[in-house]
């Protein structure tokens, strides 16, 4: 079956500092999703990726999809405590859907 | 308005017992989901269901049956309640598409099973 693996699984850093978290497949992917879970909270979507090699977008957020796709990368620049949560990729193989593990961000002030 | 809501917030019951938990979604999605959510976080898959299909997880234990009595209602029933299915579970919903839209979930229902 399907893999997913996210590293890290823990990250803390300074507010002001970057963050990556990555995603990596066993098999190709028909698409991504990401998904930002704050503690306590549900999860809330973030992206999707379709397209190999895919970048994206959202403000201080960059997305990318890998040419083979099956690895993808959440990059936030200059965190801010409002960073803080576990971010999901969700990973679509067509037939089912299936969540990461999770990095789970702390950000400290 | 509450996009996707679910009943209860917080359910708590012996091993055993039975117990159903309620969703609701007001977006008009065709596919519905439910999510169950470990102590360690794992989201895993447990159903997904639109009209046509009922699509299930083959790890989900059959005391576990999804209900849905209309295109936005999808409940989860749970059978002889045991230790192990302590857990926060999610409902989720989402357009029907290839590529898969996104999904939007619902606040989650924790489950304590004593």
Same mark, same amino acid.
């Given at each position: 079956?399907?893999? &997913?693996?996210?590293?890290?699984?823990?990250?803390? &850093?300074?507010?002001?500092?970057?963050?990556?978290?990555?995603?990596?497949?066993?098999?190709?992917?028909?698409?991504?999703?990401?998904?930002?879970?704050?503690?306590?909270?549900?999860?809330?979507?973030?992206?999707?990726?379709?397209?190999?090699?895919?970048?994206?977008?959202?403000?201080?957020?960059?997305?990318?999809?890998?040419?083979?796709?099956? /690895?993808?990368?959440?990059?936030?620049?200059?965190?801010?405590?409002?960073?803080?949560?576990?971010?999901?990729?969700?990973?679509?193989?067509?037939? /089912?859907?299936?969540?990461?593990?999770?990095?789970?961000?702390?950000?400290?002030? | 308005?509450?996009?996707?809501?679910?009943?209860?917030?917080?359910?708590?019951?012996?091993?055993?017992?039975?117990?159903?938990?309620?969703?609701?979604?007001?977006?008009?999605?065709?596919?519905?989901?439910?999510?169950?959510?470990?102590?360690?976080?794992?989201?895993?898959?447990?159903?997904?269901?639109?009209?046509?299909?009922?699509?299930? /997880?083959?790890?989900?234990?059959?005391?576990?049956?999804?209900?849905?009595?209309?295109?936005?209602?999808?409940?989860?029933?749970? /059978?002889?309640?045991?230790?192990?299915?302590?857990?926060?579970?999610?409902?989720?919903?989402?357009?029907?598409?290839?590529?898969?839209?996104?999904?939007?979930?619902?606040?989650?229902?924790?489950?304590?099973?004593?």
């Amino acid at each position: 079956g399907q893999q &997913v693996m996210q590293i890290p699984q823990y990250q803390h &850093v300074q507010e002001g500092e970057d963050f990556t978290t990555y995603c990596n497949s066993s098999t190709t992917l028909s698409n991504i999703q990401w998904y930002k879970q704050r503690p306590g909270g549900h999860p809330v979507f973030l992206i999707q990726l379709v397209k190999s090699g895919e970048v994206k977008k959202q403000k201080r957020l960059t997305f990318q999809f890998g040419e083979a796709k099956k /690895n993808s990368s959440l990059h936030i620049t200059a965190t801010q405590t409002t960073d803080v949560g576990t971010y999901f990729c969700a990973c679509d193989y067509g037939q /089912n859907f299936v969540f990461g593990p999770g990095t789970r961000l702390s950000v400290l002030p | 308005d509450t996009a996707v809501s679910q009943t209860p917030k917080y359910l708590v019951t012996q091993m055993g017992n039975d117990k159903s938990i309620k969703c609701e979604q007001n977006l008009g999605h065709d596919t519905m989901y439910w999510y169950k959510q470990d102590s360690k976080k794992f989201l895993k898959i447990m159903f997904s269901y639109n009209n046509k299909e009922l699509i299930i /997880n083959e790890t989900v234990p059959n005391r576990f049956s999804p209900k849905s009595p209309d295109k936005a209602h999808l409940n989860l029933h749970i /059978n002889s309640l045991e230790l192990g299915d302590s857990a926060v579970y999610f409902c989720a919903s989402s357009r029907l598409g290839v590529p898969s839209y996104e999904q939007y979930f619902g606040p989650g229902t924790r489950l304590t099973v004593t």
